[in-house]
């Protein structure tokens, strides 16, 4: 779809037809249409995983900030909606999904840590942000948390870990808490590049993870299905199109899109 980039992340589909890009070589977000041509929506320091919310408002990881922010309608400004847990600074939150509930969810490892900067929380955690603006920590039991999402239903969350290179699910309460942490799957293979990264679902609970080589997919009960290969190393994806079956892959310098048989299942706009 889109090439020439320094190191693409975080892509969300937006219906108007065109994909948020995040560039966090040329610490810019971009809006990259069909055709492969992309305008500039605002410079900003090592952006990365992005999401909606319910009104369509993109909310992105700051790494530079070391904050979750939302952009304005036209992209150029921004609105810092967390930046700190219990008065000490983020140390690189990195990607954030829309919970069942409403709130956001997010992960917070070191791996964009600003250099020259220290680390004020010291460990690596999962986090809830409410709609008031607090922050809840929900685990830290994982080395470098990375991408992250629910089930379908509700009632599972998924958190890969770059470090351990392996997944966790979790069983998710209403009240936003998480219990139950378990290995849900492992995608260390010796001798091969990438981690695991960015993480999608579709609407039947299959995930969608970025792991060595290309985009793994599993079903519910944690089998390996197989993997979606690509001529460069991805670190994120997102669905889209006009039923959520196109899997739009951000990986190193390119943007890909793959038709796919399944549908999505995108939080924000649900039918």
């Known amino acids: 779809m889109g090439g020439g980039f320094g190191f693409t992340e975080g892509p969300v589909w937006d219906k108007s037809g065109f994909l948020w890009v995040s560039d966090e070589i040329l610490n810019k977000i971009f809006r990259l249409y069909p055709d492969g041509h992309r305008d500039e929506a605002i410079s900003l320091g ?35 909606l967390a930046d700190r847990f219990e008065g000490k ?31 004020e929380i010291p460990f690596q955690g999962v986090y809830r942000l409410d709609a008031k603006g607090n922050v809840r920590l929900l685990t830290r039991d994982l080395q470098q948390p990375n991408g992250l999402a629910f089930s379908p239903d509700g009632r599972f969350f998924y958190v890969d870990d770059s470090a351990r290179k392996d997944i966790r699910v979790y069983r998710f309460h209403p009240d936003g808490s998480l219990s139950d942490g378990k290995l849900f799957g492992s995608e260390e293979v010796a001798g091969q590049e990438g981690v695991p990264d960015g993480m999608r679902v579709d609407r039947r609970g299959n995930l969608f993870v970025v792991g060595p080589g290309g985009i793994w997919v599993w079903s519910p009960a944690g089998v390996h299905l197989g993997t979606v290969v690509l001529p460069e190393q991805p670190a994120n994806l997102s669905w889209g199109g006009p039923s959520y079956s196109v899997l739009y892959i951000t990986a190193t310098t390119s943007v890909y899109r793959i038709r796919t048989a399944t549908r999505g299942f995108v939080p924000y706009d649900l039918e």
């Open 46 to 80: 090592d952006p990365d995983g992005n999401t909606y919310d319910r009104d369509h408002r993109l909310i992105d990881c700051a790494s530079v900030l070391r904050a979750i922010i939302r952009l304005s309608p036209d992209g150029k400004n921004y609105t810092i």
């Open 89 to 119: 600074r983020f140390n690189s939150p990195n990607d954030v999904v829309l919970g069942p509930d409403g709130a956001f969810y997010f992960t917070d490892p070191t791996l964009d840590l600003p250099k020259g900067q220290s680390q």
